[in-house]
């Protein structure tokens, strides 16, 4: 079936601009995750979502960034007032978040966002 | 704090060897470790997961083997390829259930022919 798609793929934006990305995760799936890598950088947490609530926020850098799940499905990540540290490459992942079993977590290909 | 480390330098092998990738970790007490498989431009895939009571697991040319006394996983890859040239990244998690991932940087791997 079809997996995690994420768009676009690539988004250029000026600094102080807002954005919007968009995961689609792999149907049936509860669990949401968006990650953030930098050059260099290992993957950094942002958000989790379990169906349509966030209860782990912890990883979102500043009140700059928000995330929302809509219909326990497609998620858009919004990112207000881009800064040039915000240049990343952002991935989203899913997972069934099967109760007590291990989550193995399906990544999109991800969003690089360049600001400039 | 807690950390997690891979070896930042590509590791260069040849075709039809061993290939073994590190990961170290501190201040951690992880329920389970992945080990994933990014190719440039795509998102991370999954590869093999291994449990804190499990010394070792294999699939097909993979083998992992978790160490908790060490905190150390390695990763191996026999007889291999150039299509295994990638990077493979080592993530931890605390428990069962939802945890998030935490990665560490990565081990670029280059199989020459």
């Known amino acids: 079936g079809a997996g995690v798609s994420q768009s676009p793929s690539n988004k250029v934006t000026e600094k102080g601009k807002d954005v919007e990305l968009r995961c689609d995760p792999i149907?049936?799936?509860?669990?949401l995750y968006w990650y953030r890598q930098s050059l260099g950088q290992g993957l950094e947490f942002l958000i989790y979502f379990q169906g349509n609530s966030a209860p782990d926020k912890s990883g979102l850098p500043s009140d700059r960034f928000s995330a929302e799940r809509t219909g326990g499905s497609v998620s858009t990540l919004t990112i207000q007032r881009t800064q040039q540290e915000d240049s990343a490459v952002y991935l989203c992942?899913?997972?069934?978040?099967?109760?007590?079993?291990?989550?193995?977590?399906?990544f999109g290909p991800g969003t690089r966002l360049t600001v400039l | 704090s807690q950390k997690i480390e891979q070896n930042s330098e590509a590791l260069n092998i040849q075709e039809g060897k061993t290939a073994t990738l590190t990961c170290n970790y501190t201040?951690?007490?992880?329920?389970?470790l992945q080990w994933y498989r990014q190719d440039p431009g795509r998102g991370p895939v999954f590869l093999l997961l291994i449990r804190e009571n499990e010394k070792e697991k294999r699939k097909e040319r993979l083998k992992v083997t978790f160490d908790t006394t060490l905190k150390q996983s390695l990763f191996h890859i026999t007889a291999s390829q150039p299509a295994d040239s990638a990077t493979y990244l080592c993530a931890l998690v605390r428990s069962t259930g939802f945890q998030k991932l935490v990665f560490g940087t990565g081990t670029r791997l280059l199989v020459s022919p």
């Open positions: 992942a899913s997972s069934l978040q099967e109760r007590g079993g291990l989550d193995t977590q399906y």
């Open positions: 149907s049936g799936h509860t669990a």
């Open positions: 201040n951690y007490s992880p329920a389970y």
